[in-house]
């Protein structure tokens, strides 16, 4: 299971931190995959962590602002959002496959003023 959290009604500018839980699987064993979707859009994967901690950002836009993160001892999995806007408005999901096939339900970030 992949439980996201963290999201919510921020202002342009504000800071976020989702996390994500997980259970079910060996953590640890898995490179894991930040995805979001905004409203009437597809769903874009925005990063990846390997098991190791390297990240890949595939979104431009993300980066400079965003930072994944991961403790396999608590099986958890972070995302840091700095700087937010509203074009960040969207559903963010976490998943061990970079396709989102297996993601949970989410976590709603709006970012308005």
């Known amino acids: 299971q992949l439980q996201a959290s963290g999201g919510g009604l921020v202002q342009p500018g504000d800071s976020l931190t989702l996390s994500c839980q997980t259970s079910?699987?060996?953590?640890?064993?898995?490179?894991m995959y930040w995805l979001r979707q905004a409203p009437g859009q597809g769903l874009e994967t925005i990063s990846r962590i390997t098991t190791d901690g390297e990240v890949t950002y595939f979104q431009d836009s993300v980066k400079g602002r965003f930072t994944v993160s991961r403790d396999n001892a608590k099986r958890t999995l972070y995302l840091h959002m700095n700087n937010l806007k509203p074009e960040d408005t969207a559903r963010y999901y976490c998943a061990p496959d970079k396709t989102g096939a297996t993601r949970g339900r989410g976590t709603l970030v709006t970012v308005s003023s």
């Open positions: 079910g699987f060996t953590f640890s064993t898995y490179w």
